[in-house]
């Protein structure tokens, strides 16, 4: 049974380690009777260490005539005082920090924020290396159980918190090292013959090159290609159609900045767009 102060919350982490537990679950009614107690009035007087380990948060032990469940429906205890009215089996910091507790550092009020879980580490002790006799000879040629511990990147999370960290009101914009795709060629037109085999040549020398290059060749209008591709968020697009073929450029825009630059086609344009790339 863990007590903290009325305006405090448990922290489950903390009391995990102070008892040195697997795991916590909530007690049934029947468990909390077999500790002696019952939910609603839970308090650390009159308990059995025998029957319920009692943990108790630092703060508790700092508090004088306070009130607490008396462990009998529809009782409360006024006036109860740690160390002589009851002891508990562990004290320890179990409690959640709040807003505005002093940092353990500096002493500085901290702040909250909101947080993405990317990825976790969780201690397991010898509970399945146990189970499963995963064991090691210690010093003294002794057969010992392996301490594990079992750690994880969420990917589908990682993505998530990268899209909240990096987009705009068009879509998602990703970096370059985690993009699905590098860069998005567009030919404008799908039936003019000489851009669209424009745009598959330089899709195939990008590709050749080890650039991440993937094709819009939908029969669409480009102006839902060119949403989609701010939508999904290439890092770069490059635009082939008959107006800019017969100028002898191509356009390439980064998705980041919105910048927008022409490509002269008889030049090293493929480096070009590697060297922008690495830039982003
Ligand atoms: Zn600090």
Redesign the pocket.
Known sequence: LCFVRGDHEVNETKVQNTVGAVELEMAEAELLAKAGTVGGYMGPVGLDPEKVIIVCDATVMNMHNVCCGANHEGFHYINANPGRDFTPTYVADIRLMAEGDP?P??G?PIAKARGIEAGQVFKLHTKYSAAMKCTYLDENGKEQPMVMGCYGIGVGRTMAACVEQSHDADGMIWPVAIAPYEVLVVPVNVKDEASFAKAEEIYNELHKVGVEVVIDDRKERPGVKFKDADLIGYPLRVVVGPKTLQTGELEVKVRKTGEVSMLPLDSDYIAAIKEMLQKL
């Open positions: 940092c550092h500096c500085a």
